[in-house]
């Protein structure tokens, strides 16, 4: 494990895709917390108006080293297998970036709207410490 992803636990979106990653990737390469969890949060330096700005990756061998919304969506994207190819494609394309970075921008002020609101926080199977403080559910 080497890298923390930090994930909204009440979006419907950001839990799917979640899922989807932790199928991929069965957690081999990424640990997963949720924004929710303050306490575990508080320990990387990471407050609520940090996790307003979108998800968050951090490098796991060196917690300084962190990506934060469409730059995580990116380098996760990057760090599965051959995923550097298409990432490397996206960002050789004039404009993508720029309007990767808008699309992500929209899409993360209002996931409630878009993709509703989870009643119960979600919580990976794949926890940043291996002792999950609730079920996965």
């Known amino acids: 494990m080497n890298y923390y ?10 839990v799917t895709l979640v899922q989807l990653l932790e199928t991929l990737d069965q ?4 640990r997963y917390v949720s924004m929710q969890d303050e306490e575990t949060l508080c320990q990387w330096g990471i407050t609520s108006t940090d996790c307003q700005q979108g998800m968050i990756l951090i490098d796991g061998n060196a917690i ?15 760090l599965l297998p051959l995923g550097s190819i298409f990432v490397d ?7 993508m970036k720029w309007a990767g970075d808008r699309f992500y921008e929209q899409i993360r002020d209002h996931r409630y709207t878009l993709f509703g609101k989870r009643y119960q926080t979600y919580q990976s ?4 410490d291996g002792i999950c403080k609730t079920n996965h559910q």
């Open 125 to 128: 199977a794949y926890c940043v």
């Open 64 to 78: 300084e080293r962190r990506w934060q919304g469409s730059n995580a969506a990116e380098e996760i994207g990057r």
């Open 89 to 95: 494609a996206y960002r050789m394309l004039p404009g």
């Open 27 to 30: 957690g081999k390469l990424f």
């Open 5 to 14: 992803v930090i994930y909204d636990g009440n979006c419907n979106l950001c």
